[in-house]
């Protein structure tokens, strides 16, 4: 009977467990001979030419295919010719489609490595028996070739993983190497936990990868009826070739696909320790020989599981041993390290107080005397330097306290929502009187709306350290700068952070001096540009409180130009994103939402996507059609996508098809 759309028989011997590729550069015979071979069961993959047939192979490794011989660009017997030269396809039984009937020709098809050739006009039936012969001699040697190969497999995975000795390298070893050399759909490795009533899923391997599971899994072995609960309580292996006709089966959504299993205990000695599950995407997949091979490798993996668990035992007990040990020794240097940090800060007290002092108490002293025959210009003089110098050991006093507490972690900050352009304008206005003296320029950049988040008191008296700083080593007629702009060098996904800039065109900090600006005792009391006197303790303070807040200071100074000292903070979340170069600040209590034009076709979720994918690469145009009438009832969002995905499937546009899929899927 020939091809004809029209005539179809229901089939009773159906045949699930086989893959065939059909390469036709004409539509109407693929669509003709897909729906004839899918009512026997057999799943169908198209190309309509064979330089995508040649792709379509590397990802969708067919039972068999049905080539057509005369095709444009490049034709059947130069595709075969590829096919054969491939190791990796060199086993896939090619028939020819060919209405080309000389001897020659035949003898051509033959000698290029087809197995076998039909002639247009196609006959069903003749197409069907010829199928069903060359998948039986090959499934044969198949067969044959995977029972070598298992064997193959048990010595090299015992040969290899006995060398492993961290528990979580070899449980994910073992699973990528089975999964590798058998493309089985699933392999996972299960252990009990310790109150051994619970199985927890270690490791897993897919065809796209292998490592840590993706999603939690475990199951207590005494409540879920299960494959894995039956060999927890018959200590014996479980094998199921159609899953669906299981009553223990148990369906997980990460694995839609599963149409067997198999799951094997994994013991060591009289005890069992976990399993090893394998499943497939095909259905009577698991032999007993599967069985037989596949067991003596899961005894040989309990083995080892063992000794890496005892060497993980061991190795915590080493490292706890190599943590106390660690702990004592920072505890001892932290001891020593605070130690010299007391005995230098007696030392900034000792000095820093009794230098005031001494004028203080002079002039405290001859006021006293000489009240009487002083005029009053000459009391109010001696008074304001009594104050001056009463002033500057309260502010001394004030830091020295202040350090000690932040040494002592006395402090308790609280991280809040802070406009940066109040702080800022409050210390350039507390500091106006001094730059109004010195007839320096303050240039602030930070007067619109600009929210960080951080303490309050914290970014207060940072700010007012670095500008003091900044108005005392400026020259009259100098410039002070205050910017901010987005740091982009910090690698935080939850957490975007901000570099404040105080700069100054000042005298600079010697290089020798750069370096210990932040620690105490060092480089204290250096007197302005206008000979002003400080505590010396001010960037030591910020640098202190900055660092207990989770921020940064950092400064950079040439001599004679000035120094620019950065703080790094975090943005409120809520604030808007900065471009690069120049910070664009949003008061978010009046932002909108930004507006993003509407893409005219919605993917599905990252899941759906992933499947269309696989689809798309074997070329399986029925699994897409399928597959785009579930996405269409997702949502209707969906439905121009999926419409989109249908019509392309439909008319075997694969090229295009791919296209699209890869477009929108980022797997």
């Given at each position: 009977m020939s091809l004809n759309p029209k005539t179809f028989v229901t089939p009773k011997n159906k045949d699930y467990s086989h893959t065939?590729?059909?390469?036709?550069?004409?539509?109407?015979?693929?669509?003709?001979?897909?729906?004839?071979?899918?009512?026997?069961?057999?799943?169908?993959?198209?190309?309509?030419?064979?330089?995508?047939a040649l792709k379509r192979v590397k990802y969708l490794k067919p039972d068999i295919i049905l080539l057509d011989v005369m095709m444009p660009e490049m034709d059947g017997f130069e595709t075969c010719r590829h096919l054969k030269a491939d190791e990796k396809t060199k086993d896939i039984p090619v028939i020819f489609m060919t209405a080309l009937t000389s001897q020659k020709d035949k003898i051509k098809g033959f000698a290029v490595g087809a197995v076998d050739y039909v002639t247009k006009p196609l006959h069903q039936e003749e197409v069907l028996q010829r199928i069903?012969?060359?998948?039986?001699?090959?499934?044969?040697?198949?067969?044959?070739?995977?029972?070598?190969?298992?064997?193959?497999?048990?010595?090299?995975v015992a040969q290899q993983i006995t060398s492993i000795l961290d528990l979580d390298e070899l449980l994910v070893?073992?699973?990528?190497?089975?999964?590798?050399?058998?493309?089985?759909?699933?392999?996972?490795?299960?252990?009990?936990?310790?109150?051994?009533?619970?199985?927890?899923?270690?490791?897993?391997?897919?065809?796209?990868?292998?490592?840590?599971?993706?999603?939690?899994?475990?199951?207590?072995?005494?409540?879920t009826p299960s494959i894995i609960t039956k060999v927890f309580h018959t200590q014996q292996a479980y094998r199921v070739n159609d899953v669906k006709t299981d009553k223990n089966y148990l369906a997980l959504q990460s694995l839609p696909d599963t149409q067997a299993e198999i799951t094997l205990p994994l013991r060591f000695g009289s005890q069992m320790i976990g399993m090893l599950d394998i499943q497939h995407d095909q259905l009577n997949v698991f032999s007993s020989d599967d069985h037989a091979s596949l067991q003596s490798l899961a005894d040989q993996i309990a083995i080892a599981i063992h000794n890496a668990q005892l060497y993980k035992t061991a190795q915590q007990k080493l490292a706890e041993h190599q943590r106390v040990e660690k702990a004592l020794r920072e505890a001892n240097e932290s001891l020593i390290r605070l130690n010299s940090e007391k005995d230098k800060f007696f030392s900034v007290v000792?000095?820093?107080?009794?230098?005031?002092?001494?004028?203080?108490?002079?002039?405290?002293?001859?006021l006293a005397e000489l009240a009487d025959t002083l005029n009053p210009t000459e009391v109010k003089e001696m008074g304001q330097s009594i104050h001056r110098t009463a002033r500057s050991l309260f502010s001394l006093l004030e830091n020295l306290l202040l350090w000690a507490k932040i040494k002592m972690e006395q402090i308790q900050y609280n991280h809040d929502k802070i406009n940066l352009a109040n702080i800022s304008q409050q210390n350039v206005a507390f500091f106006n009187e001094n730059t109004t003296a010195k007839k320096i320029t303050v240039q602030n950049s930070l007067t619109s709306p600009l929210f960080i988040e951080v303490d309050e008191y914290m970014i207060d008296a940072v700010f007012r350290h670095l500008l003091s700083n900044a108005v005392k080593f400026t020259e009259t007629g100098g410039t002070i700068s205050l910017s901010a702009q987005l740091n982009e060098s910090i690698s935080d996904s939850g957490t975007k952070w901000l570099d404040i800039i105080v700069k100054d065109n000042g005298i600079g900090i010697p290089n020798e001096d750069l370096a210990t600006i932040f620690n105490v005792g060092k480089n204290q009391n250096r007197p302005g540009t206008a000979k002003e006197k400080g505590t010396g303790l001010g960037l030591v303070i910020s640098h202190e409180i900055l660092v207990q807040n989770g921020c940064q200071i950092r400064a950079e100074s040439v001599v004679d130009e000035g120094s620019t000292f950065t703080i790094t903070v975090p943005l409120h979340k809520e604030q808007a994103e900065a471009s690069v170069g120049k910070l664009e600040t949003i008061d978010p209590s009046i932002a909108t939402e930004i507006q993003v034009e509407e893409e005219i076709l919605v993917p599905p979720p990252a899941e759906h996507m992933a499947i269309l994918f696989e689809y798309a690469l074997r070329g399986d145009m029925s699994g897409i059609q399928e597959r785009a009438k579930i996405v269409a009832d997702l949502d209707e969002k969906y439905i121009l996508f999926a419409q989109k995905l249908h019509d392309l499937a439909q008319g075997f546009d694969e090229e295009e098809l791919l296209d699209l899929v890869e477009q929108y899927y980022d797997g």
């Open positions: 065939i590729l059909l390469v036709d550069d004409i539509p109407i015979n693929l669509s003709v001979l897909t729906e004839y071979l899918q009512g026997y069961g057999y799943e169908i993959a198209v190309s309509r030419t064979g330089t995508s069903r012969t060359h998948l039986k001699i090959h499934d044969l040697s198949q067969h044959l070739q995977a029972k070598n190969l298992r064997a193959e497999l048990s010595q090299q070893s073992v699973v990528s190497l089975i999964q590798t050399n058998f493309n089985y759909y699933f392999v996972g490795i299960l252990l009990y936990n310790n109150a051994q009533d619970t199985i927890v899923l270690q490791s897993e391997a897919k065809r796209n990868r292998a490592g840590k599971p993706e999603h939690a899994f475990e199951i207590n072995v005494e409540a000792a000095h820093d107080l009794k230098g005031p002092f001494m004028p203080l108490l002079g002039t405290s002293e001859l």
